[in-house]
């Protein structure tokens, strides 16, 4: 669900150009940027065009125990409280700083908060990146996206 965007070719719009989607993290400023160009000039031309925005959203046990596999519960309420106390999160629960570049692995490592044999890191990191909502992950708005193009099937 990567794209890169061809945001230059959206000088010329020609005539029945087909229905939009654009799904992005306004995080990322700069490409946020460009989407809302792209969406003003699509609108400005009658096309069918919607945006989906993935924000970002507090870091959670549950979200953690859900989306990484033989992650419990207890291990991630633990995980998240060693997020808090070393300042990773802020006073809502979000991720200050992108979750791939954030040193939590050193830090749970430190508070022995990680089973014995457990190898499934990268998973805690893709999650909190997906937390962050910097770019790349949209999985979280499946749902709407495949709506969208369900509803466009017959155009």
Not at 126 to 147: C, D, G, M, P, R
Request: negative net charge; charged residues 30%.
């Amino acid at each position: 669900m990567i794209a890169e965007g061809v945001y230059g070719a959206m000088a010329e719009i020609p005539a029945g150009y087909p229905p939009a989607l654009f799904v992005h993290m306004p995080k990322d400023t700069e490409r946020a940027g460009l989407v809302a160009d792209s969406v003003r000039k699509l609108k400005a031309k009658r096309v069918d065009v919607r945006e989906i925005q993935c924000d970002d959203f507090a870091v959670s046990a549950e979200f953690l125990a859900e989306r990484v596999p033989g992650l419990t519960r207890a291990v991630a309420d633990a995980l998240v409280d060693v997020l808090r106390q070393k300042g990773f999160l802020d006073e809502k629960g979000f991720l200050k700083n992108d979750g791939r570049r954030t040193p939590w692995k050193k830090a749970v490592e430190d508070a022995k908060v990680l089973p014995e044999g457990f190898h499934l890191e990268r998973h805690v990191t893709e999650e909190l990146n997906v937390a962050y909502a910097y770019h790349e992950f949209t999985s979280l708005k499946n749902t709407e996206i495949f709506k969208w193009f369900e509803s466009h099937m017959n155009h």
